[in-house]
C-alpha cells in the first residue's frame, strides 16, 4: 500500500515563503503524475499543482508564477515551492499520486499538512 506523508506546513506572514515535501513509501516513477491539492475549511478541495511522468508541470491559475512543484526520484519525494503566500492561500495542502496500469486507476492521498498565512 502506497503512503503519502506530507510535512513542511506552518504560519507565515503574507509574502512569505514555504517549501513543502510529499515522501512517498515506494518509487514515485511508476506514478503518472503527482501533486497538491489544498482544501480550506468550508470550501471544496482545489487543484494547486501536478507533475507528470513526463516532466511536464501544471498550475492552478491562482498560484501561477508564485509556486513551484518539483520531485527527487532518488528520495521519492515531490515538493511544492510556495512563494509570495497569500492569507487566501491558507489551507490544508494534500499531496496526491495517480497510477495507471494495465487499465485500472489508483489514486492515493496523503493526510495533509496546514499551512496558514497571516495578512
Known amino acids: 500500500q502506497v503512503q503519502l506523508v506530507e510535512s513542511g506546513g506552518g504560519l507565515v506572514q503574507a509574502g512569505g515563503s514555504l517549501r513543502l515535501s510529499c515522501a512517498a513509501s515506494?518509487?514515485?516513477?511508476?506514478?503518472?503524475?503527482m501533486g497538491w491539492y489544498r482544501q480550506a475549511p468550508g470550501k471544496q478541495r482545489e487543484t494547486v499543482a501536478l507533475i507528470f511522468r513526463s516532466g511536464g508541470e501544471n498550475y492552478a491559475d491562482y498560484v501561477k508564477g508564485r509556486f513551484t512543484i518539483s520531485r527527487d526520484s532518488a528520495k521519492n519525494t515531490v515538493y511544492l515551492q510556495m512563494d509570495s503566500l497569500k492569507p487566501e492561500d491558507t489551507a490544508n495542502y494534500l499531496c496526491y499520486a495517480l497510477g495507471m496500469n494495465s487499465g485500472r486507476v489508483d489514486t492515493y492521498w496523503g493526510q495533509g499538512t496546514q499551512v496558514t498565512v497571516s495578512s
Open positions: 515506494g518509487t514515485i516513477s511508476k506514478f503518472n503524475a
